[in-house]
């Protein structure tokens, strides 16, 4: 069965260290592949999304995801977390022929001063 | 742009009881998407519509839950009759086509007791 697999549930981390979350998805074809967040009380924004060319993927607030076709993996990184970083983080995936995004578990990350 | 707009906020129903949920999309956006968020886990997709017309609603407990896009702008989303374990945040979503990022509204949350 397709699925997303979100590696980490919950992340603690200082302001300043670098943040990298999990993403695994098991889908045979074409992929379109998505991260969002969901600051406490709101509603789910779009971090960034993948559909073909660069691997590597810029978004917003300074986020970061590389697609490795290989490893079936497409995992998020930002090289210094800030305290309004906290946040629940969402890997999506869908197949390229229009069906719906498959939402990971969500991993909830906690930023301390 | 506007944004998905959703109502109500919060609704708090006891146990067999019917409630309904209302979801208005972005004007031009053909595709719409009601999701089912329990806490700690990501959205599930309950239903997904283009314009008027249901793509996947594989997943909709067909027996309880209902949803209707009659002029294939908003959308409703019912539960009759209601059970404990439905109680969640119900997202609805739109998107330009099918394959490209959503955008979210606030959700409802919904408390069964």
């Known amino acids: 069965a397709q699925s997303v697999s979100q590696h980490n549930h919950h992340v603690i981390l200082s302001e300043a260290a670098s943040l990298e979350l999990g993403c695994n998805y098991s889908?045979?074809?074409?992929?379109?592949l998505f991260w969002y967040v969901q600051y406490p009380g709101q509603h789910l924004q779009l971090l960034l999304k993948?559909?073909?060319?660069?691997?590597l993927v810029k978004g917003i607030k300074g986020f970061e995801a590389e697609f490795i076709k290989s490893k079936f993996s497409f995992n998020l990184r930002k090289p210094s977390v800030q305290w309004s970083d906290t946040a629940e983080y969402f890997c999506?995936?869908?197949?390229?022929?229009?069906?719906?995004?498959?939402f990971g578990k969500g991993t909830s990350l906690l930023v301390t001063p | 742009e506007a944004g998905v707009a959703q109502s109500p906020r919060y609704k708090i129903i006891e146990k067999r009881q019917s409630v309904a949920f209302w979801c208005n999309p972005i004007?031009?956006?053909?595709?719409l998407y009601w999701y089912q968020q329990i806490l700690g886990q990501g959205p599930k997709l309950l239903i997904q519509?283009?314009?008027?017309?249901?793509?996947?609603d594989s997943q909709l407990p067909k027996d309880r839950f209902s949803a209707e896009r009659l002029k294939g702008v908003d959308s409703t989303l019912k539960i009759q009759p209601a059970k404990l374990e439905d109680s969640a945040v119900y997202l609805c979503?739109?998107?330009?086509?099918?394959?490209?990022?959503?955008?979210f509204g606030s959700g409802t949350r919904l408390t069964v007791v």
């Open positions: 004007s031009g956006h053909a595709t």
């Open positions: 993948y559909f073909s060319g660069d691997p």
């Open positions: 999506a995936v869908n197949e390229d022929s229009g069906y719906a995004l498959n």
């Open positions: 979503a739109s998107s330009k086509q099918s394959n490209y990022g959503y955008t």
């Open positions: 519509f283009q314009n008027n017309g249901v793509v996947d």
């Open positions: 889908y045979g074809g074409t992929v379109n």
